[in-house]
């Protein structure tokens, strides 16, 4: 079965950490462009991070740059979103995105992993 599944949220205090990961099967993600975002209660989802599937370059989006850092393990097969400083509004559920870098390239999507970030 072809899948992304995320695991590590949960409950923290402000200016605690998380280490999100997000596991592919079915398909490896070596030709896979990878994306972190995050969809709060009321709110849109929203990009959070995401890295390239050729030379590992990687983006942020201004709310957590320079407390989030996104990496990827191709041998293992996995993606992982390291959250530092978190703040309350970080609260949301967290999707990991894989897209083929094709044109007509296949896209999935995970479940989701719930983060609360509350004292």
């Known amino acids: 079965q072809l899948q992304l599944v995320e695991s590590g949220g949960g409950l923290v205090q402000p200016g605690g950490s998380l280490r999100l990961s997000c596991a592919a099967s079915g398909f490896t993600l070596d030709y896979y462009a990878i994306g972190w975002f995050r969809q709060a209660p009321g709110k849109e989802r929203e990009g959070v991070s995401c890295i390239s599937s050729s030379d590992g370059s990687t983006y942020y989006a201004d709310s957590v740059k320079g407390r989030f850092t996104i990496s990827r393990d191709n041998a293992e097969n996995m993606v992982y979103l390291q959250m530092n400083a978190l703040k309350p509004a970080d609260t949301a559920v967290y999707y990991c995105?894989?897209?083929?870098?094709?044109?007509?390239?296949?896209?999935?999507w995970g479940q989701g992993t719930q983060v609360c970030v509350s004292s």
């Open positions: 995105r894989a897209a083929e870098v094709r044109i007509g390239g296949r896209d999935y």
